[in-house]
């Protein structure tokens, strides 16, 4: 019976409402017109709003009145209508209609006097009655206050807590920056973990603190939000939450300023959008929207706080974030995991099944750049294709990407703690963002688009400007779903408004994007956490996923091959021919030149043109050491030369011989023979005998004969070489000295050293009576001599031999130059061969003494000398102050050369070597495989260092296990 009364009362109330707010928006908008109410209405105007808000408040109240009060208000409330209706038939009397004439008007005016007193009773009867409902709500005051008392705070988070949650650094940050009164937010990209540092957050503070509320609210969408403020409001007892017409909004916003309510953390997650936190708030028409015709107020305007509350945000896009917090100070960086985290990480992922080693793991994670969703995903995949799937294989597919990388990375696997209207997938997640950029600011998107294809770390910021305009894509033709013909409609001004844009920019002659638009376009990708910035503030860097999903987004919409164009052309008008003065340029261009050999056209035309470039960017690869590049691209650069312009052209011919000769230096000297062999032959066609370029390839392929021992045809052909040299520069000239000299050298390598002694001799004839005894060449011809002598063990004489260099140099140059000190380290090979130890340290330690005073190219070969004496004291057993001149040879080496360069490798052995002698084997394992690993990547498997280091280093650890 207590229901049914309560409901009765309800429904009398929402009628008086009803008639009430019809009446009140009658009166609004009469006044509006007319710019005023006759003298009776105006009061009856203004109490009518504050008596509606009275009457809501009694309907949501109406449950906890006592059956008195009911019983006393329902009969006023049924009376209260009455008197509501007899205003409105007033009202219909007396104000003026749209339709009405001048004399009816008139009229009207007169008949308002006669129901002053009327309306003037009116007003005084619905004063009594909100008296009358002031009693009604007195009766639940006490009533309610117990009720509220009783309530147990408790949390709305909608997702279990993790059992296999991995503890990270960042945990700490949000524990200290979340106190009472705070506004913090979790920053990063999506997938980096943000939400389940939240939901464990708010597990940790209701178990450190089960009296404080924790409130969960998720920004996808206006509709989202308010679902759970009504789930706050309900959790909370807010009266009258379940109420459609509620004012949910302001309901919440007005329990959390009140600080009687308790302490309480608000969680807003994934606040990525800023048009939802501007969205005008859901809201019932209410005495403020009577007579106020001010702006629908955002949502964000109901985020609040108190004294006694805190809010954490979780967002990908920072000026969202900063729309919550106010200040960019109180955001936490949440970026991926470090190596342990990640791991732990992925074995807490991993089937018990999984079989797999520690380096496995560790390989795994630094494939995904240590991202969390990622991790998750990958993990969740090889538990359920293993062991099809391992971990081996699926970081194989993650390093080098295909269609197999495309269904390990793009499929869903559901995770307790996300959201199920939420993909799993780390690529999908990224579509997200990206999509979202592309829609609300399409310049950022294709500056993305364009630093997708660069190499990843180091993308300059002065190969982007100006280079990402709408044309780019004009002529791409992206995949569009089949729209209903109102859209295509639509979709058709649109584009008629794009192109009235791009012609007026161009009729104006301003570029679509300058440097203003440059850093804004910036500041996006920025605040999405898609790129990040250098120190320096010019060069950017890209995460591998983000860099490879983009990609798969511009391929799946039809948009990769136009960038891809853009980015070649790009690099060929930036990439300088690798000559000595271009070089600083071209090191720093390299990483991301490289990446042009993966951009292959498809058109005949555009391949002219690339493929030259790739060759170009494949002899500075050679150049600076790089050979397993420089065939890579080489053999890239050939293929497309043979399909478009054919085996004779002498593109093609040039590239032969460049590939040629990195293949040489990888020891693959059958196959560096065809190679040589097919570019002297058709130069020889082409170019004629004597023409340099055919020389030059008749003397790479007689060399590499000769490497193979087969030395008939080899000889035969240096013989014409040199005589070709000889009718084009003489046979005197430098030319002609350096190509026997070269000659010389490869029977010095192949072991004939007799041939090699012959030629030096006739090259050191020649060059006495060219330019006397007393010059630079002379000598350096004499050096040479030297030091074949040396190698066929006669020691003695190839000593006076660098005696008497030494000397010339050093009186010449002096001792602190480049040619004195390979001049010194040539004579100590010689005392060495004749056990004079003692004065062959001494020559060194002469070098090294001055060391500090060498410019870069003598420090170079002062290296050597380092090497060399380090070798030279672990012979006589000083194995301490071998080891202090060989870890200063690889400090050195490592700021002059860079870390990976062969010769610091080669120093980085020696000390391996050293460290052995002492049985410091653990010491001595770890530089034995870095210098392993880094010879493999710089000369390839097949280069005899590379063998013998992995032949060391596989003997350290066999030494280690005993």
């Not at 008086?16 to 105006?42: C, G, H, Q």
């Not at 091959?561 to 008008?573: C, E, G, L, N, T």
């Not at 560096?672 to 392929?701: I, V, W």
Request: aromatic share 8%.
């Amino acid at each position: 019976m207590t229901e049914l009364a309560a409901l009765s009362v309800a429904a009398s109330i929402l009628q008086v409402i009803d008639i009430s707010v019809r009446v009140a928006e009658r009166l609004n908008e009469y006044r509006k017109k007319e710019d005023s109410l006759p003298t009776a209405f105006k009061h009856v105007s203004t109490r009518l709003p504050i008596f509606v808000l009275k009457l809501r408040d009694t309907n949501a109240k109406v449950e906890d009145m006592t059956d008195d009060a009911r019983r006393a208000l329902k009969p006023a409330i049924e009376e209260c209508f009455n008197q509501i209706k007899k205003l409105e038939t007033i009202i219909d009397k007396v104000l003026f209609k749209p339709g009405d004439k001048g004399a009816t008007r008139g009229w009207k005016s007169i008949k308002s006097v006669k129901y002053d007193s009327d309306v003037s009773e009116l007003d005084k009867v619905i004063r009594r009655y909100m008296e009358a409902m002031n009693y009604g709500l007195s009766s639940v005051a006490l009533h309610s206050s117990n009720e509220k008392s009783s309530l147990q705070p408790t949390s709305t988070c909608p997702f279990e807590r993790e059992a296999d949650f991995v503890e990270r650094d960042v945990m700490c940050d949000v524990t200290t920056r979340c106190q009472a009164g705070s506004r913090s937010a979790l920053l990063g990209i999506g997938g980096a973990g943000k939400s389940r540092i939240a939901i464990e957050y708010s597990y940790r503070v209701r178990k450190a603190a089960p009296d404080t509320w924790v409130f969960w609210v998720t920004f996808d969408t206006p509709a989202t939000v308010a679902q759970d403020f009504r789930k706050i409001a309900k959790a909370v007892g807010l009266r009258g939450w379940d109420e459609k017409a509620a004012d949910i909004f302001t309901m919440v916003h007005d329990w959390l300023k009140d600080d009687s309510n308790g302490p309480w953390t608000l969680i807003l997650d994934n606040v990525d959008s800023v048009d939802v936190l501007t969205a005008p708030a859901p809201r019932v028409t209410s005495s403020n929207s009577i007579n106020d015709d001010s702006p629908m107020p955002q949502i964000r305007n109901f985020i609040t706080t108190s004294t006694k509350g805190s809010i954490l945000v979780t967002s990908r896009n920072i000026e969202a974030a900063q729309m919550i917090t106010g200040n960019c100070a109180y955001h936490i960086d949440v970026d991926e995991m470090n190596e342990s985290e990640a791991i732990a990480l992925l074995k807490k992922k991993l089937s018990s099944k999984v079989i797999y080693t520690e380096a496995e793991a560790a390989e795994l994670v630094k494939s995904v750049d240590f991202m969390p969703l990622a991790i998750s995903q990958i993990a969740t995949n090889i538990s359920m294709n293993y062991p099809r799937l391992t971990l081996s294989k699926a970081t194989e597919r993650i390093q080098a990407p295909s269609e197999e990388t495309v269904q390990l990375l793009e499929t869903s696997a559901h995770e307790t703690s996300r959201d199920t209207t939420r993909t799993n997938s780390i690529v999908k997640t990224w579509h997200l963002s990206f999509q979202y950029v592309r829609q609300t600011h399409p310049s950022a998107a294709r500056l993305l688009s364009l630093m997708c294809l660069f190499d990843r770390q180091g993308i300059p910021e002065t190969l982007l400007i100006g280079q990402y305009g709408e044309e780019v894509t004009a002529s791409a033709t992206p995949l569009q779903p089949r729209l209903n013909w109102w859209k295509r409609i639509r979709w058709r001004r649109l584009y008629l408004r794009r192109r009235q844009r791009v012609a007026q920019q161009k009729a104006t002659g301003n570029k679509t994007t300058t440097s203003t638009c440059f850093d804004e376009d910036w500041r996006v990708l920025t605040n999405f956490a898609l790129i990040r910035t250098n120190i320096g503030g010019c060069h950017f860097n890209m995460h591998r996923l983000v860099q490879y999903t983009t990609k798969r987004w511009l391929d799946i919409n039809g948009e990769l091959k136009a960038w891809m164009q853009r980015y070649v052309s790009i690099i060929r008008d930036c990439f300088p021919k690798p000559e000595h003065d271009n070089w600083q340029v071209c090191q720093y261009l390299f990483p991301h030149a490289q990446q042009a050999a993966s951009y292959r056209p498809e058109d005949r035309v555009l391949l002219l043109t690339w493929a030259p470039l790739i060759q170009m960017i494949s002899r500075f690869a050679y150049v600076i050491g790089d050979y397993s590049s420089a065939e890579d691209l080489g053999r890239t650069a050939l293929a497309a030369l043979e399909e478009v312009q054919g085996p004779h052209c002498e593109d093609t011919l040039r590239s032969y011989h460049q590939l040629g000769l990195a293949i040489s230096v990888l020891n693959r000297h059958d196959e560096s023979e065809k190679m040589f062999r097919r570019a002297y032959e058709g130069r020889l066609t082409s170019l004629g005998p004597d023409h340099m370029d055919t020389l030059d390839s008749a003397n790479q392929l007689g060399a590499r004969l000769n490497k193979q021992r087969k030395y008939e045809e080899g000889e035969a052909i240096h013989m014409r070489t040199i005589e070709g040299y000889e009718r084009v520069y003489g046979p005197r000239s430098i030319e002609t000295q350096s190509l026997m000299a070269g000659l010389a050298l490869t029977y010095m390598n192949n072991e004939r050293f007799e041939q090699a002694t012959a030629i030096h001799r006739r090259v050191h004839a020649i060059q006495k009576e060219a330019y006397g005894e007393e010059t630079n060449d002379t000598y350096q011809g004499l050096r040479a001599l030297g030091a074949l002598l040396n190698m066929q063990g006669k020691a003695a004489e190839a000593e006076n031999i660098h005696r008497q260099v030494v000397e010339y140099r050093t009186r010449i140059s002096g001792l602190d130059h480049s040619e004195t000190i390979k001049s010194v380290n040539f004579l100590c090979e010689s005392l060495i061969k004749q056990r004079k130890l003692d004065e062959a340290v001494a020559q060194y330690r002469s070098v090294i003494d001055i060391y500090t005073d060498l410019d870069e190219k003598a420090r170079q070969e002062a290296l050597l000398t380092m090497n060399s004496l380090a070798e030279m004291l672990v012979q006589q057993g000083h194995l301490d102050k071998a080891e202090a001149v060989c870890r200063r040879l690889v400090m050195e080496s490592e700021r002059l050369l860079g870390a990976d360069d062969c010769d610091t490798l080669v120093g980085i052995h020696t000390l391996a070597d050293i460290l052995s002698k002492q049985e410091r084997y653990e010491e001595a394992l770890q530089l034995y495989e870095r210098a392993y690993i880094g010879t493999e990547k710089r000369c390839g498997a097949d280069h005899p260092d590379t063998k013998e280091f992995l032949e060391d280093f596989n003997r350290a650890k066999r030494t280690m296990l005993v």
